[in-house]
């Protein structure tokens, strides 16, 4: 009963040191881990705990460890002296399995600096003013791109293209698309 204890508290210790590092939650704080999971410890010993869960979570991350290569790290650090036991191993690959994924995703939402698009709508309409008369009822396209970051409001951006520009757009397209065709077949 007490090993599964100890592995109930070693994973949520685990998924909140994910969930405050990883996935943003600044409710998570080592107050409300050691209170929660660890009210038996005196400060120093959570504090120790903590910091060796947090190295080893991190070097799994910063490795983005597969399967067999867990296995290897947490079998070494469980041989080393002041390392690891088998049931902390055993809990710790059990958390990369359920986490991996959705870390990796956040660490690469979090290292992007740019601006993605995250939406495009388009459609030709009918131009029904304009200085020239000549240009009345001629096609135009328009397209609104939704450009943004994850977790940050957007901006919209809204382009009108006449006929030539639409063409002119068309054929730097199939360049770019003959270029890539080009450098695939290269390799």
Same mark, same amino acid.
């Given at each position: &009963? ?14 909140? *040191? ?11 704080? $080592? ?47 469980? @041989?080393?002296?002041?390392? *690891?036991?088998? $049931? ?19 660490? *690469? ?10 939406? &495009? @709508? ?19 396209? *328009? ?16 382009? $009108? ?7 002119? &757009? ?12 080009? @450098?695939?077949?290269?390799?």
């Amino acid at each position: &009963m007490a090993d599964a204890e100890s592995a109930k508290s070693l994973s949520g210790l685990l998924n909140g *040191i994910a969930q405050s590092r990883y996935y943003g939650n600044k409710d998570i704080t $080592e107050e409300l881990l050691k209170r929660e999971l660890y009210p038996d410890l005196s400060q120093d010993e959570f504090k120790a705990l903590l910091e060796k869960m947090v190295g080893l979570v991190k070097s799994i991350v910063s490795a983005d460890m597969d399967l067999n290569q867990i296995e290897a790290f947490l079998t070494a650090q469980s @041989k080393k002296q002041g390392g *690891i036991t088998a $049931e902390q191993a055993a809990v710790l690959a059990k958390f990369w399995k359920n986490h991996k994924k959705k870390i990796r995703e956040s660490m *690469i939402s979090q290292i992007k600096w740019e601006n993605t698009l995250k939406g &495009m @709508k388009w459609r030709i309409d009918l131009k029904s003013q304009s200085r020239n008369a000549d240009q009345v009822n001629t096609p135009v396209a *328009i397209v609104e791109m939704e450009i943004g970051k994850n977790g940050k409001e957007s901006e919209f951006l809204c382009l $009108e293209f006449n006929e030539t520009r639409i063409n002119q &757009m068309l054929k730097r397209l199939a360049i770019i698309e003959a270029q890539q065709c080009f @450098k695939s077949l290269q390799t």
